[in-house]
């Protein structure tokens, strides 16, 4: 008898820089969302699309809940908390990601973030996955032990579940267990779709993660980043791509031009080159640095309509 397809939503949640975009892209096995060192770095639900013959898995990345709800403020704030939240009511699975070498470090942040993972999931009917992230910083995995315990013992209806999404140690098993956790359904995207996010925002989101490598403290928070122009010119295989990058003071504009316009350059160039992988072909791509004070509080990046 032919196996039944199956098809569902997985929701990625956990606190910054625990490395949810790292481990989506892991997934899908192609990059759908971007990935800096720097903690809130996505800022939107970010949808990838996982296919095959008998199966699809629809992730939601979504943007990491900071423990301290003051850093979560205005409307920024208030639309990663939104994206968050509302991408779990979309999910039947439900995967918590935290990096374990944060844990083994500074043992106290457990204590903190997972009142507030026992406080949102300890009466969860749908299936629970903590992966323990980042298991490849530290060789003694013993180090491990009392984390796993104090999980085990708090969330005991989890799956625990430690892995390296860097190293893609443990993915396969990983996704095995969450297939096993998905609906018996029709695929909902083709097969072929990676993710429904439109390819003018992954351009803008491409640029954003190199603004977050190029730009200290702050700056990169205060960015925003908007492809005003896309222009496809079949006949020379090539996109002409426009695109603003918007600042919150004239200080930053200095700052992301650089001596000389070396950091725009900089940041250009590498974007280019990301760009050219999403869409093929050559890529000219000219970037602007735009003054707007209350870009925070005119929010209008991409809504998805899908779900
Ligand atoms: N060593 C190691 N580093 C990792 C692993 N997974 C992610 N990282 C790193 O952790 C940092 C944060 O990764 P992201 O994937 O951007 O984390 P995130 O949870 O999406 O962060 P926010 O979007 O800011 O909430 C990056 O520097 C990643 O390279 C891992 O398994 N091992
Ligand atoms: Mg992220």
């Given at each position: 008898m032919a196996k039944a397809h199956r098809c569902g939503w997985v929701v990625l949640m956990g606190p910054p820089n625990a490395g949810k975009s790292t481990l989506t892209n892991a997934l899908i096995g192609q990059k759908v969302s971007?990935?800096?060192?720097?903690?809130?770095?996505?800022?939107?639900?970010?949808?990838?699309?996982?296919?095959?013959?008998?199966?699809?898995?629809i992730f939601m990345d979504t943007p990491g809940l900071h423990h301290d709800r003051n850093q979560m403020r205005g409307p920024l704030g208030k639309q990663m908390l939104q994206a968050a939240w509302q991408s779990l009511s979309h999910a039947h699975a439900i995967m918590?990601?935290?990096?374990?070498?944060?844990?083994?470090?500074?043992?106290?942040?457990?204590?903190?973030?997972?009142?507030?993972?026992?406080?949102?999931?300890?009466?969860?009917?749908?299936?629970?996955?903590?992966?323990?992230?980042?298991?490849?910083l530290f060789s003694d995995?013993?180090?491990?032990?009392?984390?796993?315990?104090?999980?085990?013992?708090?969330?005991?209806?989890?799956?625990?579940?430690?892995?390296?999404?860097?190293?893609?140690?443990?993915?396969?098993?990983?996704?095995?267990?969450?297939?096993?956790?998905?609906?018996?359904?029709?695929?909902?995207?083709?097969?072929?779709?990676l993710s429904t996010a439109p390819t003018r925002f992954l351009c803008a989101e491409i640029i954003r993660e190199k603004l977050f490598e190029h730009l200290r403290q702050e700056v990169p928070y205060t960015t925003a980043v908007d492809v005003e122009a896309w222009e496809e010119i079949p006949e020379k295989n090539q996109t002409i791509i426009n695109a603003v990058i918007y600042v919150a003071r004239a200080q930053h504009k200095a700052m992301v031009i650089g001596r000389a316009g070396a950091t725009i350059k900089e940041i250009g160039t590498q974007a280019r080159v990301?760009?050219?992988?999403?869409?093929?072909?050559?890529?000219?791509?000219?970037?602007?640095?735009?003054?707007?004070?209350?870009?925070?509080?005119?929010?209008?990046t991409y809504r998805e309509s899908d779900i």
């Open positions: 971007i990935v800096t060192s720097k903690p809130q770095t996505t800022r939107d639900r970010i949808v990838g699309i996982c296919s095959n013959e008998n199966s699809q898995i918590m990601v935290l990096d374990a070498d944060l844990y083994i470090r500074r043992p106290e942040f457990l204590d903190r973030d997972i009142m507030a993972l026992r406080s949102a999931f300890h009466e969860e009917e749908r299936p629970v996955f903590v992966v323990v992230n980042k298991v490849d995995k013993s180090k491990m032990l009392p984390l796993l315990e104090k999980l085990s013992t708090e969330l005991p209806k989890a799956n625990i579940f430690p892995m390296s999404a860097v190293k893609k140690d443990g993915l396969i098993e990983l996704k095995k267990l969450l297939l096993d956790a998905m609906p018996e359904a029709e695929a909902q995207f083709p097969k072929d779709q990301d760009i050219r992988k999403l869409v093929g072909g050559k890529v000219h791509l000219e970037l602007w640095v735009k003054i707007k004070e209350n870009w925070l509080e005119e929010i209008n």
